[in-house]
């Protein structure tokens, strides 16, 4: 069973944690900002982690980790963390606004600690119209296409509407489950290796203790 953890990045309220609850068939305790200052300022502060579990096209199964990283400034140690346990990017990218101060230093991020494969996802779709949609999709693509990284697709989605359901989610789990069959992941050739973890992750359970994740 191939496992691949995706990283989501971008800047701060581009709706990565609204992406991340819509496509994920389980969610982590400590995934979707349970922190009580990510709910009272609206920002994630950790990182999150939950799944989405698929069997692929040639019948085996897989999970797909998504990594929900905080896009504040201040939290750049924390964004750091979580690029380095992943395999690939998932930049999520305001339509309204495009690429903007965080986006560009998760660009830089992803260079630095070599992540090469990026699936672009242009949300809030719904607050632009076609043309403009189409203006910052070639805007971004063309400064991506000036980076070390690896541009394997682009969509358009509205996570979290001001009206109606989310939109062009379908296409969007289309794109990524491609993505993921396209890139390598750290587990890839590894059965006869040592297991070595590294910690990424702590949170308490109530009646249960400390818990520990790792990659």
Same mark, same amino acid.
């Given at each position: 069973m191939k496992n691949v953890s995706i990283g989501v990045l971008g800047h701060v309220d581009c709706g990565k944690t @609204?992406? +991340?609850? +819509?496509?994920?068939?389980?969610?982590?305790?400590?995934?979707?900002d349970r922190h009580p200052q990510s709910r009272s300022r609206g920002i994630t502060l950790d990182l999150g982690f939950s799944c989405i579990d698929r069997v692929d096209d040639h019948g085996v199964s897989q999970t797909i980790t998504l990594v929900d990283c905080p896009g504040h400034a201040t939290l750049l140690r924390t964004i750091i963390c979580g690029s380095r346990i992943v395999d690939g990017m998932m930049l999520v990218v305001?339509?309204?606004?495009?690429? &903007?101060?965080?986006t560009a230093e998760c660009i830089v991020i992803a260079e630095v600690v070599n992540i090469k494969n990026v699936l672009v996802v242009f949300n809030k779709t719904d607050l +632009?119209?076609?043309? @403009?949609? %189409?203006?910052?999709? &070639?805007?971004?693509?063309?400064?991506?296409? %000036?980076?070390?990284l690896h541009v394997r697709a682009s969509v358009g989605v509205a996570a979290a509407p001001r009206e /109606?359901?989310?939109? /062009?989610?379908? @296409?969007?789990? &289309?794109?990524?489950? &491609?993505? +993921?069959?396209?890139?390598p992941s750290h587990s890839s050739g590894a059965e006869d290796r040592i297991t070595v973890v590294a910690v990424d992750h702590v949170f308490p359970i109530k009646g249960q203790g400390t818990i520990l994740t790792g990659t």
């Open positions: @609204s992406l +991340v609850r +819509v496509l994920s068939t389980t969610l982590s305790t400590a995934s979707l305001d339509a309204s606004k495009g690429i &903007q101060t965080q +632009v119209d076609e043309a @403009s949609l %189409r203006a910052t999709e &070639q805007k971004v693509l063309k400064t991506l296409a %000036r980076t070390k /109606g359901i989310a939109l /062009g989610i379908e @296409s969007l789990e &289309q794109k990524l489950f &491609q993505f +993921v069959d396209s890139i």
